[in-house]
Protein backbone atom coordinates (compact mmCIF):
# COMPACT_ATOMS: atom_id res chain seq x y z
CA UNK A 1 0.00 0.00 0.00
CA UNK A 2 1.29 3.43 -0.85
CA UNK A 3 1.35 6.11 1.69
CA UNK A 4 2.92 9.51 2.17
CA UNK A 5 3.85 11.12 4.94
CA UNK A 6 4.11 14.68 5.46
CA UNK A 7 6.35 16.86 7.88
CA UNK A 8 7.05 20.22 8.50
CA UNK A 9 4.95 23.31 7.98
CA UNK A 10 3.70 25.24 11.06
CA UNK A 11 3.59 29.01 11.51
CA UNK A 12 5.98 31.13 10.27
CA UNK A 13 6.07 35.47 9.86
CA UNK A 14 5.39 37.24 6.66
CA UNK A 15 9.16 37.30 5.19
CA UNK A 16 9.83 33.93 7.11
CA UNK A 17 10.98 30.21 5.81
CA UNK A 18 9.91 26.86 6.55
CA UNK A 19 10.82 23.12 5.19
CA UNK A 20 7.58 20.75 4.37
CA UNK A 21 9.05 17.61 4.01
CA UNK A 22 7.29 13.85 2.48
CA UNK A 23 8.27 10.65 2.51
CA UNK A 24 6.64 7.56 -0.13
CA UNK A 25 6.45 4.25 1.37
CA UNK A 26 4.78 1.08 -0.61
CA UNK A 27 6.17 1.92 -4.39
CA UNK A 28 9.31 2.80 -6.87
CA UNK A 29 9.78 6.20 -5.94
CA UNK A 30 12.12 6.48 -9.20
CA UNK A 31 8.83 6.51 -11.17
CA UNK A 32 7.04 8.93 -9.32
CA UNK A 33 6.58 12.63 -10.22
CA UNK A 34 6.16 13.98 -7.22
CA UNK A 35 4.06 17.45 -6.19
CA UNK A 36 3.05 19.55 -3.55
CA UNK A 37 -0.41 21.38 -3.59
CA UNK A 38 -2.56 23.46 -1.23
CA UNK A 39 -5.95 24.45 -0.60
CA UNK A 40 -6.53 27.70 1.35
CA UNK A 41 -10.50 27.82 3.02
CA UNK A 42 -12.49 28.57 1.11
CA UNK A 43 -10.43 27.63 -2.55
CA UNK A 44 -9.55 24.81 -4.58
CA UNK A 45 -6.50 22.83 -4.07
CA UNK A 46 -4.18 24.34 -6.73
CA UNK A 47 -0.47 22.89 -7.84
CA UNK A 48 2.68 24.55 -6.19
CA UNK A 49 5.35 22.79 -7.42
CA UNK A 50 6.27 19.56 -9.02
CA UNK A 51 9.00 17.52 -9.67
CA UNK A 52 9.51 14.41 -12.13
CA UNK A 53 12.07 11.83 -11.58
CA UNK A 54 14.58 13.27 -13.71
CA UNK A 55 14.09 16.24 -11.48
CA UNK A 56 12.49 19.02 -14.00
CA UNK A 57 11.11 21.34 -11.98
CA UNK A 58 7.76 23.62 -12.40
CA UNK A 59 6.18 26.41 -10.16
CA UNK A 60 3.03 28.20 -9.56
CA UNK A 61 3.48 31.76 -10.74
CA UNK A 62 2.79 32.71 -7.53
CA UNK A 63 5.60 31.05 -6.00
CA UNK A 64 8.05 30.87 -9.10
CA UNK A 65 11.81 32.41 -6.94
CA UNK A 66 10.41 31.95 -3.41
CA UNK A 67 9.27 28.10 -3.06
CA UNK A 68 12.34 25.24 -4.47
CA UNK A 69 11.00 21.79 -4.56
CA UNK A 70 13.98 18.75 -4.66
CA UNK A 71 13.73 15.31 -4.07
CA UNK A 72 16.34 12.53 -3.09
CA UNK A 73 15.86 9.05 -4.50
CA UNK A 74 18.42 7.28 -1.93
CA UNK A 75 15.62 8.50 0.72
CA UNK A 76 12.46 8.22 -1.16
CA UNK A 77 12.01 11.97 0.02
CA UNK A 78 10.82 15.34 -1.70
CA UNK A 79 11.22 18.56 -0.07
CA UNK A 80 9.47 22.01 -0.43
CA UNK A 81 11.61 25.02 0.88
CA UNK A 82 9.35 28.13 1.43
CA UNK A 83 10.86 31.17 1.65
CA UNK A 84 10.16 34.95 1.54
CA UNK A 85 6.71 33.59 2.63
CA UNK A 86 3.41 35.54 2.72
CA UNK A 87 -0.18 35.75 4.11
CA UNK A 88 -1.55 34.40 0.84
CA UNK A 89 0.66 30.97 1.53
CA UNK A 90 -1.29 30.21 4.13
CA UNK A 91 -3.31 26.54 3.15
CA UNK A 92 -2.87 22.74 4.22
CA UNK A 93 -0.05 21.71 1.41
CA UNK A 94 -0.41 18.14 0.49
CA UNK A 95 1.88 15.98 -0.98
CA UNK A 96 1.06 14.09 -4.19
CA UNK A 97 2.46 11.26 -6.11
CA UNK A 98 2.14 10.39 -9.82
CA UNK A 99 3.48 6.74 -10.77
CA UNK A 100 4.43 7.11 -14.84
CA UNK A 101 4.07 3.69 -15.11
CA UNK A 102 0.63 2.71 -13.44
CA UNK A 103 -0.65 6.05 -13.54
CA UNK A 104 -1.94 5.43 -10.07
CA UNK A 105 -2.23 8.73 -8.17
CA UNK A 106 -1.94 9.34 -4.30
CA UNK A 107 -1.75 11.89 -1.57
CA UNK A 108 -0.74 12.84 1.74
CA UNK A 109 -2.95 13.76 4.72
CA UNK A 110 -1.47 17.88 4.27
CA UNK A 111 0.61 19.62 6.60
CA UNK A 112 -0.59 23.17 7.73
CA UNK A 113 1.37 26.19 7.11
CA UNK A 114 0.19 29.66 8.13
CA UNK A 115 1.37 32.53 7.49
CA UNK A 116 0.80 35.53 10.18
CA UNK A 117 2.34 38.39 12.16
Known amino acids: QVELSESGGGLAQPGGSLSLSCLLYGDIFSVQVMAWYRQAPGKTRELVARITPAGSTDYTDSVQGRFTISRDHAKNMVYLQMNSLKPEDTALYYC???????????WGQGTQVTVSS
Open 96 to 106: NSYNIRTQYEN
